[in-house]
């Protein structure tokens, strides 16, 4: 436990998932807590599919101060808030909430995660063109992340069309930037693809040899990628690009500053860029001791 005393000012906050055994928020947000300064504690809560708004109503007259929430509950918490931040609705995603007089506030911290990942390195998507691999929950956050940063344009790569399509036409909807739909066997076919952001789940866990890319030499023109699986740690695709020259990220980045703009939306702060580099440092080595 990384919270040194427990006491009666201590503030709750927690994650809501379905599971949540495995989740990495409680190390996460406790350590900062710590780092921090700040007496709070943070736990996991197992909730089934239809109880959210029912856990979310309890955890408001408990004081509960806010939650970070995970699959499959991002959309379904949606109806249980006083009020969603507007990226969030675009998004159709909320992953953050905060205790308010009138309610929980509900925020997405993901595609504010995805944007450290390029910021921390000092590269700009405005005017450039990102190709986005998936369409699935995670594709949400990373489509919108083009459109609130400016691309020049927005390529959408999936395995269902359809998918993309849809995802597509709701980033059209919100943003006035292009976005195109295209297929894995045309993904060389794509002209300045300098930034590729992979969302599908192909290269996870015991995966390691699967990529959705297998047409490698398209990575010879593509500067950074972000591949959002950190486990393993270094995916084959990542292999692939750093192969062919690219600067490669995987998603321990994401998860460790989607927690931290938790954070600072809960205690109302912003954490300066060298003392998050710090802790990430810290939370890395942690994670990877297993
Ligand atoms: P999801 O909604 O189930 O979407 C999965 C995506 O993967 C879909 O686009 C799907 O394509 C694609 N896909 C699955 N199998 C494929 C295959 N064999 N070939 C090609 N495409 C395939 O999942 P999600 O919630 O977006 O999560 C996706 C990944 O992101 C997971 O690995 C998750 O752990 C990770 N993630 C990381 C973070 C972070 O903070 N780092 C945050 C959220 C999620 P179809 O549309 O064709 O099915």
Redesign the pocket.
Known sequence: MCVDLVNGKTNVYGIIGNPVEKSFSPVLQNTIAKELGKSAAYVPFKVERGQVKTAVEGARALGIKGFNVT?PHKIEVMDALCAIDPVAKRIGAVNTLKLTEKGYEGYNT?II?LKKCFEERNISIEGKTVVLA??????NSAAMLAGEEKAAKLVIV???AE?AEALAERVRKYYPIEVEVTDYDSITDIADPEIFVQ????G?GNDVD?T?VKKTEFFDNVKIVVD???TPWETRLMKDAAARGAVTVN??D??FY?GLASFEIWHDMKVDRETAKELKEKLTAFYRRG
């Open positions: 699959v993901d995660g998936g369409a699935g929950g995670a594709a999936n395995r269902t998918k969302t599908t789940s192909v996870m699967g959705p959002i699986i950190y998603g321990f994401m998860l989607q």
